[in-house]
DNA sequence: CCGTTGACGCCAT
DNA sequence: TATGGCGCCAACG
């Protein structure tokens, strides 16, 4: 099996759609883990191998960027943001209800 | 095997 | 509104 977990949440990361984001819980609730938020972290923390995966694009659910150290530099993920018209203010997403992307509702929609 | 840590989230105070 | 505690689960030493 080998966490297909992990599968599942890098999946659910690539179909986010540029210019809107997700939060970890959201993911976690979409996969049927609610309380496994940290996992979907974690999983975020070892998708680094694979660059087809936004992990820009997913933050927590107040929109704030915490995983913006673990990125290349400082400002990258702020920046890509920025660059698909989020507006990112003091490492939070500004318009962060404008540009939300549940899983549960446009996906099982 | 056990204790700690962590890109989280909910609830109580 | 701000803080702190707890649950949850995988990885690490």
């Known amino acids: 099996m080998r966490s297909d977990f992990f599968k599942n949440v890098y999946d659910v990361v690539r179909l986010i759609p540029p210019g809107k984001v997700t939060s970890y819980g959201a ?6 883990t609610s309380k496994s938020a940290r996992v979907v972290g974690w999983a975020m923390n070892n ?6 995966i936004p992990a820009h ?3 927590n659910r107040n929109g704030l ?10 400002e990258t993920m702020e920046n890509l ?5 989020i507006l990112v203010k003091k490492d939070r997403i500004d318009n962060f ?3 939300f ?9």
């Open 97 to 99: 209800k404008e540009v």
């Open 81 to 85: 943001l920025k660059e698909e018209g």
């Open 47 to 52: 998708s680094h191998h694979d660059q087809s």
């Open 65 to 74: 960027l915490t995983g913006k150290h673990h990125f290349h530099g400082e």
């Open 101 to 109: 992307w549940d899983p549960l509702n446009e996906l099982e929609l």
């Open 57 to 59: 694009r997913v933050v």
């Open 27 to 32: 993911i976690a609730r979409y996969l049927g």
